[in-house]
T-cell receptor
Framework: NAGVTQTPKFQVLKTGQSMTLQCAQD?????MYWYRQDPGMGLRLIYY???????DKGEVPNGYNVSRLNKREFSLRLESAAPSQTSVYFC?????????????FGPGTRLLVL | SQKIEQNSEALNIQEGKTATLTCNYT??????LQWYRQDPGRGPVFLLL?????KEKRKERLKVTFDTTLKQSLFHITASQPADSATYLC??????????FGRGTSLIVHP
């Protein structure tokens, strides 16, 4: 049981390059999330998907797009990377159950934009 | 706007003592509050959830309290060990809220 997996683990991009961060979960969860974590800022929600086929913006969506490919997979795309997007990105999943949104996190992707 | 406050300064304690971490919030009426542990270079791991109608929750050496009047949760680790050293995050959620995380407090337990 792998839980939540993320690829790649590390990535270096040049300003303007694009890339897609991949996330998959094997817990049959309905909801999936993308966060970024910066020093002193805590976890900030970028986008989330409450169920397959739906996506919604979180606190900091600008510069990102997402795709809920199926129930297992939720990808995050940076179309034109900027140095401000240097961060650690975490994917999470949860069973949509009002009153108990326990989230399970992946190991993170460390992104450096030069 | 909603605000969650956790002490940004690291908490240093001696092994065997009780560690107490605080999570305060404003402009928020959460249905539940969660505590997560995060080790360096890893994703957060869920520890405990307490609902708005619960005063206290325990799990092994962990205890969480939730005071909706004070808008505060306290997280206690009794008989702390160096292995408890990590960053602890609180998160509030419920209803239509996606859980919102505090910035976390670093705990350092000295042998």
């Amino acid at each position: 049981n792998a839980g939540v997996t993320q690829t790649p683990k590390f990535q270096v991009l040049k300003t303007g390059q694009s890339m897609t961060l991949q996330c998959a979960q094997d817990m049959n969860h309905n909801s999936m999330y993308w966060y970024r974590q910066d020093p002193g800022m805590g976890l900030r929600l970028i986008y989330y998907s409450a169920s397959e086929g739906t996506t919604d913006k979180g606190e900091v969506p600008n510069g990102y797009n997402v795709s809920r490919l199926n129930k297992r997979e939720f990808s995050l795309r940076l179309e034109s990377a900027a140095p401000s997007q240097t961060s650690v990105y975490f994917c999470a999943s949860s069973e949509l159950n009002r009153g108990q949104e326990t989230q399970y996190f992946g190991p993170g992707t460390r992104l450096l934009v030069l | 706007s909603q605000k969650i406050e956790q002490n940004s300064e690291a908490l240093n304690i001696q092994e065997g003592k009780t560690a107490t971490l605080t999570c305060n919030y404003t402009n928020y009426s959460p249905a539940y509050l969660q505590w997560y542990r995060q080790d360096p270079g890893r994703g957060p791991v869920f520890l405990l959830l307490i609902r708005e109608n619960e005063k206290e929750k325990r799990k092994e050496r962990l205890k969480v309290t939730f005071d909706t009047t004070l808008k505060q949760s306290l997280f206690h680790i009794t008989a702390s060990q160096p292995a408890d050293s990590a960053t602890y995050l609180c998160a509030l959620g419920g209803g239509s809220y996606i859980p919102t995380f505090g910035r976390g407090t670093s705990l350092i337990v000295h042998p």
